[in-house]
């Protein structure tokens, strides 16, 4: 059995045994001594140091150059893909670019442990007494050339052998080997780090993409259930009492419905218009929740029922929970389009009351009858139907019917072309600063919802609108705050308003409310938006319960819609001053571009339309969604990621590579006393042991076909020492 590598430190003092002797090897005729080789080549330090191997600092330059330029090819390749996928692209590339720099480093660097391990066998060779290195100890040195480990027991071996000192060597040789070791180990560790460090150096960052190639489809409660619209049904009569002036919430909670979003749609014709919708809510994308169709009003938000009949805000997140990417819904909704115009001529096309109710009615008369009119010609109504190019009604070719719009025995204006009027409108005298009155030409019967004219009359007390300009002043004066007299002013708009459906998209996810994203198309179905680079696909399988409905659908809303309907003119009629003198309010302000108390200047179409768009988006949307199941497309999000380069510290960090293989391939220290450069390879050991240069102790023979095992356990003791 063989004896462990260091048993006691060597020393000098063991006697050579008698048989020990050089040992001869055949074929010595080859390698007859010489002058020293003229191929050596120049170095401008080679009193010192070995000369370069120049091949392998010109790779190691090219390889320098061409780091950032392939880690830069490998970093636009990662753009645009998944994490998992950027990742590896990067990882390969760093670590390709950090493999060919770091293995080319290594075999710079390998010089300094062959110098090193040749000079320890050259200083243990000068020991006076029992000189030589154990040839195991020289072949552990040699099997791995650049191994980190190989370097670290070759200072353990100079810690130990007494020839290494610098005492015993400090006639011939003074130069710090050891250095030399620990710079070997920290090229090998530097090669090492080079796939890690490109690595740091290049940033990757995620961000949440969203697609429309890949879906599921789920419900969500974006329609009206049986139940719902019985219970719509329920609160019709109070809807229809004009005194009661009832809504489906209190102010107390108005806040709490769904804000209005917007959007801008392209129309065929180039033209465009603004389509408002009500947001969705988070209840109604919860197993069990609903919206606010439900018709309660009870004035509180939509809740869902958990475990144990205990509820929970629908919009409550938990932030300790992990933030997931969100996905995007696609599903039909319905929505609202505008156009008002002015009415023409007021003086012909307005008549107003002889007088007007005041809080003192003792004060002045009361009219007869105590009605404003409103007349609409024929051709005003159809430049609105043209805006939306939509055909014109039949029921409004005929002139209007003075039976159904003339209270009691008040007469048409004078002057006013009846055969040329299409629509009248009534608005008691009711002190109101706003009225509205509502025509519907479509109950959506035919199911792709509702079409309906407003008329909106405007009545203000000239004392509060300092810069006010009306189509009409009252025929009577009226006294105001401080008895002096003023007038009422009248103006009035007429608007085509259109209830469709269209199919939208909304953002949601784990934390944070639902948000519109954008309109995909017209129409109350969804279907698949292929384009020749993208064909949609369903990746579940697609929902078959009977009660939920792939499609919205007008027919049967027709309740559920006037009291929505009803319900959002009431609020808006709601924002009165005491209902007696025709005082301003924040929401007849909103029909005109001023603002403020004191800021009504003119009766706009384009500031009315949004105002009663974001109204009714409000107060009647909202309730088309109530427990009725539709089918949605699911489309979640994807995870994108992008790479790229910190390019100072990238120059910084290559920069230094250069530098250091450099260093490693200019300097590797020339053998003591002359001794030419030997290495490891093949040919050094050939010159080694061929040409006298290390000579060892007689051992046993070796015979022909031995196991490697058995050549190291026979010889691997011996002791062999240098002979310059």
Not at 349 to 362: A, F, K, P, V
Not at 563 to 588: C, E, I, W
């Amino acid at each position: 059995m063989s004896q462990p590598l260091y048993r006691i430190p060597i020393d000098d003092k063991t006697p050579v045994p008698p048989s020990a002797s050089t040992v001869k090897f055949p074929f010595d005729s080859m390698f007859s001594r010489g002058p020293p080789s003229t191929l050596a080549k120049k170095h401008p330090f080679a009193r010192t140091f070995e000369p370069p191997n120049w091949r392998l600092l010109i790779t190691h330059t090219v390889l320098c150059l061409l780091a950032y330029p392939v880690l830069l090819v490998f970093i636009i390749i990662a753009g645009g893909k998944t994490l998992f996928w950027t990742r590896f692209l990067v990882s390969a590339g760093c670590g390709l670019v950090g493999f060919f720099l770091g293995f080319n480093l290594l075999q710079l660097g390998k010089g300094f442990l062959e110098a090193s391990t040749w000079a320890t066998v050259i200083h243990q060779s000068r020991v006076p007494n029992h000189p030589g290195v154990r040839l195991r100890d020289l072949a552990a040195r040699s099997d791995d050339p650049t191994s980190a480990w190989s370097a670290v027991r070759l200072l353990w071996d100079r810690s130990v052998y007494l020839g290494t000192s610098r005492k015993s060597r400090k006639s011939y040789d003074t130069r710090p080997w050891s250095i030399y070791i620990f710079f070997f180990l920290f090229l090998v560790v530097a090669a090492a780090s080079l796939p890690f460090l490109f690595g740091r150096l290049v940033t990757i960052t995620t961000t949440v993409a969203h697609q429309s190639q890949y879906y599921r489809e789920v419900a969500v409660m974006g329609d009206l259930s049986a139940d719902d619209i019985a219970k719509a049904v329920s609160l019709a009569p109070a809807f229809e009492d004009y005194s009661l002036t009832w809504t489906l919430s209190p102010f107390s909670t108005h806040g709490g419905l769904p804000p209005v979003v917007s959007f801008r749609w392209d129309l065929e014709d180039g033209e465009s218009d603004d389509i408002y919708f009500s947001e969705t809510v988070l209840s109604q994308l919860l197993p069990g929740g609903s919206g606010f169709g439900t018709f309660e009003t009870a004035t509180k938000l939509p809740e869902k029922e958990i475990k144990g009949g205990e509820k929970t805000k629908a919009t409550v997140n938990d932030p300790s929970k992990p933030v997931d990417p969100g996905n995007v819904l696609r599903y039909p909704r319905w929505g609202i389009r505008i156009h008002c115009t002015k009415l023409p001529d007021p003086s012909i096309n307005m008549r107003q009351s002889r007088t007007h109710l005041l809080i003192d009615e003792s004060s002045v008369p009361r009219s007869d009858n105590g009605f404003t009119y409103t007349f609409t010609p024929r051709a005003t109504l159809r430049s609105l139907f043209d805006s939306f190019k939509l055909p014109f009604p039949a029921q409004l070719e005929v002139p209007v019917n003075g039976s159904k719009v003339l209270q009691k025995n008040d007469t048409f204006p004078v002057g006013l072309d009846v055969a040329a009027t299409s629509l009248g409108a009534f608005f008691p005298d009711d002190g109101a600063g706003q009225s509205f009155q509502s025509t519907p030409l479509s109950m959506g019967e035919d199911g792709n919802g509702w079409v309906t004219l407003e008329s909106v009359l405007v009545r203000l007390n000239m004392t509060y609108t300092p810069d006010g300009k009306f189509g009409k002043l009252s025929n009577m004066t009226v006294p105001d705050v401080k008895g002096q007299p003023t007038h009422i002013g009248y103006d009035s708009a007429i608007c085509l308003e259109l209830y469709e459906p269209w199919i939208l998209e909304t953002f949601n996810q784990t934390t944070g409310l639902p948000t519109s994203v954008r309109i995909v198309a017209k129409g109350n179905e969804i279907t698949d938006q292929n384009t020749s680079h993208q064909i949609e696909r369903n990746t579940g399988l697609p929902l078959t319960d009977p009660n939920i409905k792939r499609r919205l659908n007008s027919t049967n809303l027709l309740r559920a819609y006037v009291t929505a309907h009803n319900n959002s003119v009431n609020q808006m009629l709601k924002d009165n001053g005491r209902d007696a003198f025709y005082v301003p309010s924040p929401t007849v302000i909103s029909f005109t571009t001023g603002q403020g108390p004191n800021g009504y200047t003119e009766l706009s179409p384009e500031a009315f339309a949004q105002a009663r768009a974001q109204a009714d988006a409000s107060n009647v949307l909202p309730y088309f969604a109530g427990t009725g199941p539709v089918v949605a497309r699911s489309y979640p999000d994807r995870v994108m990621s992008s790479a790229s380069i910190q390019p100072i510290e990238m120059a910084i960090a290559l920069g230094a590579i250069f530098i250091l293989g450099w260093v490693a391939g200019m300097f590797v220290p020339k053998l003591p006393l002359g001794v030419p450069r030997r290495g490891f390879e093949l040919y050094s050991w050939l010159a080694a042991f061929h040409a006298d240069e290390l000579v060892g102790e007689r051992g046993p023979g070796l015979a022909r076909n031995m196991e490697l095992a058995d050549i190291q356990e026979r010889v691997g003791g011996l002791k062999f020492r240098y002979v310059n």
